[in-house]
């Protein structure tokens, strides 16, 4: 069965620190897909980023770094220089056999105050 | 702005009314999702469809029934709701049959009285 686990439940930063929200996940499965969503206060979902099991390439986007080691069952992520419009709901997501169902995290609240 | 519109953005009804949800995207995606998320929980699958045809049911209590009738079009018909029932109902798309990188309305809040 698929699990994935998001440790940290809240983080508080000051603005321009640097932060990273970890993401531990399972599967039995050898093609899957990893995904970071963000909810702001406002609720809507935001689509981040989608990584498959074979990419193990870390990315970066402006401010936002992936990180995703299948060795250790991870894909943490790390804003840098975070900003005040950082602060949401971060959810590390996966899917695996059949691809349709997305299995979400508990969700990291990152609080950054100015 | 979102490209998935969902409306209304905010219902309340009490439990023997019958409302529903719509949700539309014209972005050409074959695959669309209805998910549940209580307030602090992460989003819950409820319903997949993919080239309009039901494809995942979450084992969804029947008091919510789902109906695509085209491409660009999904709703949510609810029946008889109970009080836990009460959450938001977020829409999603994708471009492919992959469950991830949907692209997300901004959610109806539901309040069942």
């Known amino acids: 069965a698929q699990k994935v686990t998001q440790a940290q439940t809240e983080i508080s930063v000051v603005e321009k620190e640097d932060v990273t929200l970890d993401c531990v996940y399972e599967t039995r499965d050898t093609t899957y897909y990893l995904f970071w969503y963000k909810q702001p206060p406002s609720g809507e979902l935001v689509f981040l980023i989608r990584r498959n099991s074979f990419d193990e390439q870390n990315e970066i986007s402006g401010r936002y770094s992936w990180n995703f080691q299948k060795s250790t069952s991870s894909f943490n992520f790390t804003i840098t220089a975070s900003q005040v419009v950082d602060s949401a709901v971060y959810f590390c997501?996966?899917?695996?056999?059949?691809?349709?169902?997305?299995?979400f995290g508990t969700g990291t609240r990152l609080l950054v105050s100015p | 702005d979102t490209e998935v519109t969902q409306t209304p953005k905010h219902l309340v009804m009490g439990m023997t009314n019958k409302k529903s949800l719509k949700c539309e995207q014209h972005m050409g995606h074959r695959a669309m999702y209805w998910y549940k998320q209580k307030a602090k929980k992460p989003p819950e699958l409820m319903f997949v469809y993919s080239y309009e045809k039901l494809s995942i049911n979450e084992s969804v209590p029947s008091r919510f029934s789902p109906e695509c009738p085209n491409s660009s079009l999904l709703n949510l018909h609810l029946h008889a709701l109970q009080p836990e029932d009460s959450a938001l109902y977020l829409c999603?798309?994708?471009?492919?049959?992959?469950?991830?990188?949907?692209?997300f309305g901004d959610g109806t809040r539901l309040s069942i009285l």
């Open positions: 997501a996966l899917t695996e056999t059949g691809f349709q169902k997305l299995v």
């Open positions: 999603a798309s994708s471009q492919d049959v992959i469950g991830g990188g949907a692209h």
